[in-house]
């Protein structure tokens, strides 16, 4: 079975800019969580959504947003892009509240 | 202050040594979780520990959760140069679904 897959791999973009990073959970996996990782340090939880509701939020400002699809998978945005938001931004999925699985991740700079 | 302490923060050594990194914390936890991450990819699970004295090991590797439920260890032994990466502790909260704080890491390099 594949595991989480998150696009894209490597995104730059400007300050001011908007983005949207993808992720699709494992297959049967109906919880998504998003974590953002800068370099150096451990990841961040930022949100976390089950069957489409979210479940929890991070310290994270509200130019952060997110949502699930009916199909299970999930969209991460950030608007008005700033220089501290470059980072790894992490997705797993999980079963309920079993173990999570991380995908790959998505590496955003921002110039 | 950050909820989970990870010493040291960077760890170079040459293979067959053996090593012990630790998690930290003034709080008491229900479980902790030990992640490897390499580079260019996410963590992925070790190993969850949740009664207070516990060990568990895998292959080279022993974990141990504190009798107090506040501090882990893990230790390598006779590392390799595949034991390269980022350890990470992590405890799970579920107040709201199983957000995970993560400690700040681990940065492991093994030598050949």
């Known amino acids: 079975d594949a595991g989480v897959t998150q696009s894209p791999t490597h995104l730059i973009k400007t300050r001011g800019q908007h983005v949207t990073l993808r992720c699709s959970p494992i297959?049967?996996?109906?919880?998504v969580s998003w974590y953002q990782q800068v370099l150096g340090q451990g990841p961040q939880f930022i949100f976390q959504y089950y069957e489409k509701e979210e479940r929890g939020r991070g310290n994270f400002p509200d130019r952060f947003s997110a949502r699930q699809f009916p199909n299970y998978s999930s969209e991460l945005n950030v608007n008005a892009l700033l220089l501290g938001d470059s980072a790894l931004y992490l997705c797993?999925?999980?079963?309920?509240?079993?173990?999570?699985?991380f995908g790959p991740g998505t590496r955003l700079l921002v110039l | 202050t950050q909820l989970l302490e990870q010493s040291p923060q960077f760890l170079s050594i040459q293979e067959g040594e053996n090593l012990t990194v630790y998690c930290n914390s003034s709080s008491v936890f229900s479980s902790l979780q030990w992640y490897r991450q390499e580079p260019g990819e996410g963590p992925v699970l070790l190993v969850t520990v949740v009664t207070g004295g516990e060990v568990k090991k895998l292959k080279r590797l022993t974990f141990q959760f504190g009798d107090a439920r506040k501090d882990s260890s893990l230790h390598i032994t006779a590392a390799q140069p595949g034991d390269t990466g980022l350890y990470l502790c992590a405890v799970p909260s579920y107040n709201a679904g199983n957000m995970l704080t993560f400690g700040g890491g681990t940065r492991l390099m093994v030598k050949p």
């Open positions: 297959s049967g996996h109906k919880s």
């Open positions: 797993a999925s999980s079963s309920s509240l079993e173990t999570q699985y």
